[in-house]
């Protein structure tokens, strides 16, 4: 149980193009999402917390506008890198809490490489 | 600002040999304290997770001490083996998850 997925595991695209990036909580409902970035050798970093039905919640520093985060669903949250440059290549995870769950505990997913050229 | 520290950054020992890792954080109002392992270029694989009420977890070879007074947590891992070999991040969990850098380990064989 409590298995998250995100899908793509890997993109590569060309400058100034958007990507966008999936998370989905395949066997639990989540009204919170949590958005990560990892640049190599160093720990993760918290973009944005995503709440179902709301608008996001972003950490300081990161752009809201180049960042979009949509929470659709209970079960779906998207990240989309807008006009996307060199410097955003990065590894994005994405974790999900289960709405029944009283432990606090967040379930990751596999993340997705970003790979900006 | 809740500040996670993990010591060391790096780690090599022989296989079999016990496995000691650190974590201290700044700010002792937490929820709980999660360990995860990351393979390099993969995600994150909960290994233990540890109540702010609780004083350690087990789970096979593993076992996580946490002492909230003194802000600190300790990863055990007994009998190493080369498998373990990954960088082991601690993460705490008050109005946010906050990981430390992590500890990278090379068990070798």
């Known amino acids: 149980g409590a298995v998250v997925s995100q899908h793509p595991s890997w993109v590569i695209c060309k400058s100034g193009t958007s990507v966008k990036i999936e998370c989905r909580s395949l066997?639990?409902?989540?009204?919170?999402m949590f958005w990560y970035r990892q640049f190599p050798k160093q720990s993760l970093m918290l973009m944005a917390t995503?709440?179902?039905?709301?608008?996001?919640?972003?950490e300081q520093g990161v752009e809201k506008d180049k960042f979009l985060i949509n929470h659709a669903s209970l079960t779906l949250s998207t990240l989309t890198v807008t006009s996307a440059h060199p410097e955003d290549s990065s590894f994005y995870i994405c974790s999900a809490r289960d709405r029944s769950g009283r432990s606090y505990e967040q379930f990751f997913g596999p993340g997705t490489r970003l790979t900006v050229l | 600002k809740q500040e996670v520290t993990q010591i060391p950054a790096a780690l090599s020992v022989p296989e079999g040999e016990n496995l000691v890792l650190n974590c201290s954080f700044t700010d002792s109002a937490i929820y709980n304290l999660q360990w995860f392992r990351q393979d390099p270029g993969k995600g994150l694989t909960s290994l233990l997770l540890i109540q702010s009420s609780q004083r350690e977890q087990t789970s096979g070879r593993l076992n996580a001490s946490l002492d909230k007074s003194s802000g600190r947590s300790t990863l055990y891992i007994a009998a190493s083996q080369p498998g373990d070999s990954a960088t082991y991040l601690c993460?705490?969990?008050?109005?946010?998850?906050?990981f430390g850098a992590g500890t990278t380990v090379t068990v070798r064989a």
């Open positions: 995503s709440n179902e039905g709301s608008k996001a919640t972003y």
């Open positions: 993460a705490v969990h008050d109005y946010k998850l906050s």
């Open positions: 066997d639990f409902q989540a009204t919170t």
